[in-house]
């Protein structure tokens, strides 16, 4: 079934759509969550909250990109979760996704003051100045959370092209976001 006619379901508030849903991305959102997780039990029941969330917001949103509307919807209870179990503790990979984020998106504070949607909406505009090949790569880190080995692997290129085209995205990320009003 298509992603339109998920949409459909749940704006129909038929049942259906969650099982459509997960024949559909339940493999890919259980992947997603377990990078993050690292953890079968969590996972599913990660997968399972997003299917929930799903639910529960639509309506009255209806998104125009469905798997990437669950993909960030799980990213989120993810991050959420392991932030839960680990509290005081560091996990390596989520800290150094974080870490790289920082140079270009604003703090909590002045997120606070800007409206969520439109830095959504400058993002998106960035991302439409990108190659391809960059969107791809910006996208596998920083929305799929793929390691630099996985993206090199993906698209068979060597890491260092991988960490150099990162490198070069945030840096234009931050100046676009400059541009756009929005300071670090």
């Not at 991050?79 to 790289?100: G, I």
Request: hydrophobic letters at 35%; glycine letters at 2%.
């Amino acid at each position: 079934m298509d992603d339109s006619k998920i949409v459909e379901l749940y704006l129909a508030r038929n049942e259906q759509a969650i099982q459509e849903t997960d024949r559909a991305y339940g493999r890919k959102l259980y992947v997603l969550a377990n990078k993050v997780l690292s953890n079968r039990e969590d996972s599913e029941e990660t997968v399972n909250d997003t299917y929930l969330q799903t639910w529960e917001t639509i309506p009255p949103q209806k998104p125009t990109y469905f798997y990437g509307f669950l993909a960030s919807i799980c990213r989120h209870l993810s991050l959420n979760k392991l932030d839960w179990k680990l509290a005081a503790k560091r996990n390596a990979n989520v800290v150094e996704l974080t870490q790289e984020m920082e140079q270009c998106i604003p703090d909590a504070r002045q997120a606070d003051v800007m409206e969520g949607k439109e830095i959504r909406r400058a993002m998106e505009r960035f991302l439409e100045t990108l190659t391809q090949e960059s969107q791809l790569i910006f996208l596998r880190r920083y929305l799929y959370m793929d390691t630099v080995s996985e993206i090199a692997q993906r698209y068979n290129i060597k890491e260092s092209k991988v960490y150099t085209q990162l490198h070069r995205t945030r840096s234009k990320l931050r100046k676009h976001l400059e541009k756009e009003g929005i300071y670090l």
